[in-house]
């Protein structure tokens, strides 16, 4: 297991930018493919972006395709978003996850941090 804390959220207006960050204890995250996911109040968990383990693919929601970029640093231990042109939408608990694969589904993934707020204001 791997422990996750991410950082790095906070209130922004619209068309704004905000960058989060995951640090990752205890096993390395360099076998493990790395996720973000988000959930709205009141809705369900989503998927937002993933990585693989070493060669840094990346696929991305729909909805996040040229706003949001993921990426990682294996020798830092640590995975990034970094979120553009947000919009009053993208606000949510946004939740880093580790998992064998650049899955979009949550349950594929086996690690979680305890979540971050992210809020655009219109």
């Known amino acids: 297991q791997v422990q996750l804390v991410e950082s790095g959220g906070g209130l922004v207006q619209a068309g704004g930018s905000l960058r989060l960050s995951c640090a990752a204890s205890?096993?390395?995250?360099?076998?493990?493919?790395m996720g973000w996911f988000r959930q709205a109040p009141g809705k369900e968990r989503e998927f937002v972006a993933a990585i693989s383990r070493i060669d840094h693919y990346t696929r991305y929601a729909d909805a996040m395709k040229g706003r949001f970029t993921i990426s990682r640093d294996n020798a830092k231990n640590m995975v990034y978003l970094q979120m553009d042109s947000l919009k009053p939408e993208d606000t949510a608990l946004y939740y880093c996850a580790a998992g064998p694969t650049m899955a979009s589904r949550s349950y594929e993934y086996n690690s979680w941090g305890q979540g971050i707020q992210v809020t655009v204001s219109s």
């Open positions: 205890g096993r390395t995250t360099s076998p493990y493919a």
